[in-house]
């Protein structure tokens, strides 16, 4: 599942909620938990802050309630049910907000190693107390239970004996909401725990480019906002979204209609179900009161449509001065429930042939009608066993784009065969499988979530021309729909390849003595086409990798096999799910809204694989255009190995140049384009040189030196201006990497928080979601030196991070400088990863030494402003879970490698890091450049 998810659901609950829970506010809720009873104020409320926000309401289920202190909540041990939401009111939209409270819990708690131990999740209101649906919230995941959240790990994870812990999150508050529902949620619990404190501050940025990548608006005005979707013939259509309103209105919006033949004609009016205004054309009102409202629009197309367009618009013209109206997200639509994926299969397990005869009964066709949707036949014939030369060289081009996608990040297939000719699979990296005969739909050889997906996805068959289609219709038989051998296979990643590869075969040429296969091929493709239409026109993916990749995968299949009833109708909506969602990711200057750079090069090879597919064709040339933008920057990152720095969710370290350069074939050499000018200002470009920086140097007889560091809003990592290092041509500072294999338990934790990354630790708190920039350069004599500023650390301080890096980068100093109230005490701990090769010491009370083979490193603390507090040389601790340090991601788990730590405190202000350096000599020039004027005052800055 998606990576927001928790490992595992309660087993006692059910996916989704049936109706409003025991306990719960109406439906209205929202509403009346801002206007219910104020909580009482904490003890040391003390005067109000007018920046500080605190509950002004608190309403209670499930058997959760006020505790024995004011300020206090204690939610009961009920899974998903007991929970206490907490009201806010007047919080500042586009704004990013800290919030902090305690977590306090029993001593004996058995369930303190679950990283979804209890949930936080936020419900955004509108003034009025409506609830706002917003696709996405930056610092939040979307959650089950409640629209966005963020999981809270277990006392495991807090340090030894601890009974509390202060916790700090931060999210940023989505126009045009001012409200906020905040709700403590039972989880994994089996105690009650305590919260207290609660409380909002809002994080002042200060730079325009602080701003992380925001979804665009749908604002509404005169001009309508169209969106136009292809018809089943004989089936309604269901829309449902949310329109917004800033005052509550009867008459906000409408959605005017208009509905075309096959020839593109407008049909005459009247239309079922909807009123005919005059000047506005068949219209259906949308109000808006309560000021956030959902609506449902039935559609009922009149005889003879085969498209609908939809214009969503105000009623007022332009020079009536209409209130800003928008709708919150793009409306979800849907075909009627009889030709639901749920409704068509009910409690039976449909084979191929049966599933379609099925669906041609729910849209009155006669019996048998089924026969003439397979490739290469006219309605009325049966399949000659091979696809006609039209429908393989027009319907099914040659390269659909999840495969042309996964080629240019793999290169080809390395499916091949034993000594006695059966196929032998090589999958996830790992060593090679021989398939059984029959096959084993379950198998699991290697105890991996990675090759048991890509195991079912079925992408390995390509190469097997002959036994393909036999094997593809043995796994449809093993899985019928609801009941898969191997419940990965219906995880996204699978799903969508999986769809792409049945479409295709059931398109392609069989032999004669195979030609029963092909219904059964056409199907399975078909149940794949109506799940995924569903998971794309509900958005279920968000905006999203996944989501792209199942609107792409639904694109093939409509296009594959052009007779299904259901083609032309998933066409549609494929198309435009893809132009809405590539644009969510990656902006016109090819800025991406995702941080993990390996997922950033899975949507370049996505975009452009489109881009070939659609030909010409809208979206592709804006994904094109967005993708080609995308890639500044990115040759530059790759270190001397072929590398690509792990920042974000990655795999287990592995070379990416070719990847690169497969994705740069029409694009500057690869050599050349790694060479990155450090000056450049980031903020002024997009692409990946939007939030990275990298150098590489090249000293002849001394080997290739890179350096990389990453400034992209933090989102489910805490490495925001973590950075990796090689000189001499060997890695010295490292990621951890490896979190996409390790989707649980104490590792998991480990790989996202900020002990395995290279950052610095304020006051025992790690760094939290917030906004980073590039906040200026300077060019020195032979170096060059960076300031990257965050608030990653609360509203109290402001951090700033600068990397002086010398030309050749045989040094490099990294320093951080915390700034807060003159009075403030504050410490804050650096961390940094060495390669698992380098055997590292202590040399001293303030020095460290590395070594690999003849090549050493110094390192070396350095201190502008306060006093050295420590010095730390961690490898392999693996207990308690929650102090897990000094390892990195190995292809099979977690591999012991030294961890330095070095800790420095103050008050006010406190600024100082470490001298990396090859040498004493370099270790010398270091100190003078920092010791000079110029990087003083750029220090001071």
């Known amino acids: 599942m998606p990576d927001d998810l928790p490992e595992h659901l309660p087993e006692d609950l059910p996916e989704r909620l049936p109706g409003p829970l025991p306990d719960q506010p109406p439906a209205d809720g929202p509403q009346d938990l801002l206007n219910g009873p104020p909580p009482d104020p904490a003890p040391d409320a003390g005067a109000p802050d007018p920046d500080t926000r605190i509950p002004v309401t608190a309403r209670y289920a499930g058997g ?112 045009p909401a001012s409200d906020l529902a905040l709700g403590f949620r039972s989880w994994r619990n089996t105690a009650p725990f305590r919260v207290s404190g609660v409380r909002l501050r809002p994080v ?114 332009a020079d009536e001065n209409p209130p800003a109206v928008e709708l919150v997200a793009a409306p979800e639509v849907a075909l009627e429930e009889p030709l639901r994926l749920e409704s068509l299969c009910g409690d039976d397990l449909l084979d191929g042939p049966s599933f ?73 990296g790992l060593p090679d499988w021989p398939l059984p005969d029959p096959p084993d739909w379950r198998a699991d050889p290697y105890r991996s979530v990675p090759w048991r997906l890509d195991y079912q996805s079925l992408a390995w068959l390509a190469p097997l021309e002959r036994e393909a289609p036999a094997l593809a219709a043995a796994w449809a038989a093993r899985n019928p729909w609801g009941q898969p051998a191997d419940p990965l296979s219906l995880h996204p990643a699978a799903l969508s390849l999986r769809a792409e590869v049945l479409a295709g075969l059931a398109a392609g040429p069989l032999p004669a003595e195979e ?24 958005n279920a993916f968000g905006r999203s990798l996944h989501g792209v990749q199942a609107a792409a995968a639904l694109l093939v299949v409509a296009r594959a096999l052009p007779r299904l009833p259901l083609a032309p109708f ?23 809204a995702e941080p993990a750079l390996q997922r950033r090069l899975d949507l370049l090879g996505l975009g452009r694989a489109l881009a070939a597919y659609l030909a010409g064709e809208a979206p592709g040339p804006d994904i094109a255009a967005r993708f080609e933008a995308g890639l500044a920057g990115l040759p530059g990152l790759l270190d001397p190995g072929g590398r690509l720095p792990p920042f974000g969710d990655a795999p287990p370290a592995g070379d990416e140049a070719a990847w690169v350069a497969r994705l740069l074939t029409r694009g500057p050499d690869l050599v ?28 002849v007889g001394r080997g290739a030196a890179h350096f990389a560091c990453t400034f992209a809003p933090p989102q489910g990592h805490a490495d925001c201006t973590s950075f990796v290092l090689a000189t001499e041509g060997v890695r010295w500072i490292v990621e951890a990497g490896g979190s996409e294999s390790l989707e649980a338990g104490a590792a998991r934790h480990y790989l996202v928080s900020a002990r395995a990354h290279n950052v610095a630790v304020l006051d025992g708190h790690e760094p939290v979601s917030g906004p980073a920039w590039h906040a200026g350069a300077l060019r020195l004599d032979g170096a060059a030196a960076h300031r990257i500023e965050t608030r990653l650390y609360g509203p109290d301080v402001a951090h700033a991070r600068i990397f002086l890096l010398l030309d050749e980068l045989d040094g490099v100093a990294v320093i951080d400088r915390f700034r807060g109230a003159a009075s403030n005490a504050l410490a804050f701990e650096g961390l940094l990863h060495l390669a698992p090769e380098a055997i590292v010491a202590l040399s001293g009370p303030r020095r460290a030494l590395a070594q690999q083979g003849a090549r050493r490193l110094n390192l070396v603390p350095w201190i502008a402003e306060g006093r050295a507090a420590g010095l730390t040389l961690v490898n392999g601790r693996s207990e308690p879970p929650g102090a897990l340090q000094g390892f990195v991601a190995g292809q099979r788990g977690l591999v012991p490698a030294s961890t330095l730590s070095y800790a420095l405190a103050g008050r006010g202000t406190v600024c100082g890091g470490m001298l990396i350096a090859t040498d004493l000599t370099v270790e010398e020039r270091l100190t003078r450049l920092l010791a000079g004027e110029a990087m003083r005052g750029f220090l001071a800055e």
């Open 64 to 175: 959760a309630g006020a505790g024995g202190r004011p300020g206090e909540h204690v939610v009961a041990a009920k899974n998903r049910w007991a929970r206490a939401v907490l009201g806010f009111r007047d919080l500042a939209p586009d704004t990013w907000y800290a919030l902090d409270l305690t977590l306090a819990w029993d001593p004996e708690e058995p369930a303190g190693a679950a990283l979804d131990f209890a949930l936080a999740g936020f419900d955004f209101l509108a003034p009025d107390g409506s609830s706002l649906d917003f696709e996405a919230v930056p610092g939040l995941v979307r959650t089950l239970p409640d629209p966005h959240g963020i999981w809270l790990p277990g006392p495991a994870y807090r340090p030894e004996g601890a009974r509390a812990a202060a916790l700090r999150l931060a999210f940023r508050m989505p126009a």
């Open 356 to 428: 379609l005869a099925r669906l041609a009964e729910r849209l009155g066709l006669e019996p048998g009608a089924e026969a003439g949707w397979m490739p290469g036949t006219e309605p009325g014939e049966t399949d000659g066993g091979a696809a006609s030369e039209a429908t393989t060289a027009a319907e099914m081009p040659a390269a659909p784009p999840l495969a042309l996608a996964r080629t240019l990040r793999r290169g080809p297939e390395g499916t091949g065969r034993g000594a006695d000719g059966r196929p032998v699979l090589r999958l996830a």
């Open 672 to 699: 050349a384009a790694r060479e990155v000018a450090p000056e450049r200002a980031p903020d002024a470009v997009g692409g990946f040189a939007h939030d990275t920086l990298s150098a590489r140097a090249e000293a």
């Open 204 to 317: 002042a940025s200060g730079h325009p480019a602080a701003s992380a990548f925001r979804l665009p608006r749908r604002r509404l005005g005169p001009e309508p906002l169209v969106l136009a979707q292809t018809l089943v013939p004989g089936a309604g259509l269901v829309l449902r979204g949310q329109i917004f309103s800033e005052r509550p209105d009867e008459h906000a919006a409408y959605a005017g209609l208009r509905y075309r033949d096959a020839a593109g004609a407008e049909l005459p009016l009247p239309y079922p179900d909807a009123v005919s205004v005059p000047g506005h054309g068949a219209s259906v009102n949308l109000p808006a009161r309560p000021q956030a409202r959902r609506f449902t629009l039935t559609l009922r197309p009149p005889a003879g449509a085969a498209s609908v367009e939809l214009g969503f618009r105000t009623w007022e013209d």
């Open 515 to 538: 030609a029963g296969l092909r219904p059964v091929l056409v199907g399975a493709a078909a149940q794949h086409g109506v799940a995924l239409a569903e998971i794309v026109g509900q």
């Open 570 to 592: 998933w066409d549609s909506l494929a198309l435009r799910s893809l132009g809405e969602a590539v644009a969510a990711l990656v902006g016109p200057d090819g800025r991406f």
